[in-house]
């Protein structure tokens, strides 16, 4: 009987000990948001500091820096955007990719380390012209998985660590007396709550619950304001030399409705259906530099595996609806049809002068098999900002030159080898830190 006695007072025990753990974790006061501040300011000044490279501001702030001027070139699904959601239109390939990013963001001061992606990849342009001249829809839409790694920013300065140590201890003692004011209104207001103004509840247990909701939302709120006090006091004040980071993607596209093709193996002959299922598995990797003096670089190294057909790359003659195949009906084609896997090798780099909203990009690929020609697109993007220097879309207008080593010079080549494109990019919802 005194055993088991025992073995309750010890289980209520470990109960209310969890629950006092647990309250004097989750518990929030004007004072202990100030002290994490302080908390996080105190280990950026205090961070190593060694050949001109440390840490000048938290790393929530810096992924917000990042997230700002990465954002400056958003043209295609392979652009990294830090934004929890975005959408690439793409005309020369009538494209348009929707993504959602997943990443949950740790309740501490870090950096983003990696993240899953979620998207579809819509061939829209395809579907409005197939339907107004009574084609076949050669629907190419595609979902899309994609995990990013991103390694640690790294950032190089001279004289500036100073001169941004200063300016981050004014945020502080600023971001501190605004918390201290909010707080205090609050619990000015909690205490004119009287019972009757809450029938039926208790006003002790209705207060408790007010006071955790609100500095929840009070922490929340500095942090952030902490971050991006100091992501735009790096930006506007230029408190740096350089700042460098990269990053390797892993994608993989799978198409949810197979591709059609009406083929014939010669003029006059009945056609029947071919299908082609386009999957694509690729891998990325970006490196990114950030100089005050010199500007914007991106560098990206693609290798993709997709599986492609006949048609895309040029080596059947399109009949029309007069012409070649005379049950031509829709989307005909004349000759020998296969379905093949294509390794493609890719590279591109942009560059945007310092200060500037227009840039340069230049993109070349050397496709491998069957296919194997080298494309190439030259860009000029452009990106737009509001009133807070935040961009807000991306245009780019393109050269694209297909098949440089003229391997097709000997098929039918369904489409010029020189053509303009246009494409957008627009990042939208809250930043991923």
């Known amino acids: 009987m005194g055993f088991r006695y025992g073995i309750t007072i010890a289980k209520v025990f470990i109960i209310v000990l969890l629950n006092f753990i647990m309250v004097s974790v989750n518990a929030q006061t004007a004072g202990t948001i100030k002290k994490e501040i302080n908390d996080i300011n105190r280990r950026i000044v205090t961070a190593p500091y060694k050949n001109g490279q440390g840490m000048l501001v938290s790393n929530k702030a810096m992924s917000m820096f990042l997230s700002n001027k990465l954002s400056y070139y958003l043209s295609e699904n392979t652009d990294l955007s830090l934004y929890k959601n975005y959408v690439t239109l793409n005309t020369a390939e009538g494209n348009v990719n929707i993504t ?102 208790d006003l002790n247990i209705v207060k408790k619950k007010l006071t955790q909701e609100f500095y929840a939302k009070l922490r929340e709120t500095y942090l952030q304001k902490f971050s991006e006090a100091q992501s735009n006091q790096l930006i506007h004040a230029e408190g740096f030399n350089t700042v460098t980071s990269n990053w390797t993607s892993l994608a993989i596209y799978v198409p949810i409705i197979r591709q059609r093709f009406e083929v014939s193996p010669a003029a006059n002959q009945h056609t029947t259906p071919r299908y082609n299922y386009p999957l694509e598995l690729s ?43 005379p049950i031509n009906i829709g989307n005909s084609f004349i000759g020998d049809y296969q379905n093949f896997l294509t390794p493609v090798l890719a590279g591109k780099l942009v560059y945007f002068p310092p200060t500037s909203h227009f840039g340069i990009s230049y993109r070349v690929e050397k496709n491998f098999g069957i296919y194997h020609a080298i494309n190439s697109i030259l860009g000029v993007p452009i990106v737009l900002i509001d009133k807070k220097d935040v961009p807000v879309v991306n245009f780019e207008v393109q050269l694209l030159y297909s098949d440089m080593n003229n391997t097709m010079k000997d098929k039918p080549m369904p489409y010029n080898k020189i053509a303009v494109g246009f494409t957008v990019g627009i990042p939208f919802s809250k930043v991923v830190l």
């Open 100 to 201: 959602h990013n997943f990443h949950q963001p740790a309740d501490r001061d870090d950096y983003v380390h990696s993240f899953m992606m979620m998207g579809a990849r819509l061939n829209m342009a395809n579907t409005f012209a197939a339907k107004y001249a009574n084609k076949y829809f050669d629907n190419q839409i595609s979902f899309m998985l994609q995990k990013t790694w991103m390694a640690r920013p790294s950032t190089k300065f001279k004289d500036q660590r100073i001169a941004m140590d200063a300016s981050r201890s004014i945020i502080v003692q600023q971001l501190g007396e605004e918390i201290a004011k909010e707080a205090g209104d609050f619990e000015l207001s909690l205490n004119l709550i009287q019972a009757e103004e809450v029938p039926g509840q």
């Open 283 to 325: 891998i990325t990797h970006t490196r990114f530099v950030e100089s005050i003096k010199y500007g914007k670089l991106i560098m990206s190294a693609n290798v993709k595996g997709k599986y492609n057909n006949s048609v895309q790359s040029g080596d059947l003659l399109q009949a029309n609806i007069n012409g070649s195949a």
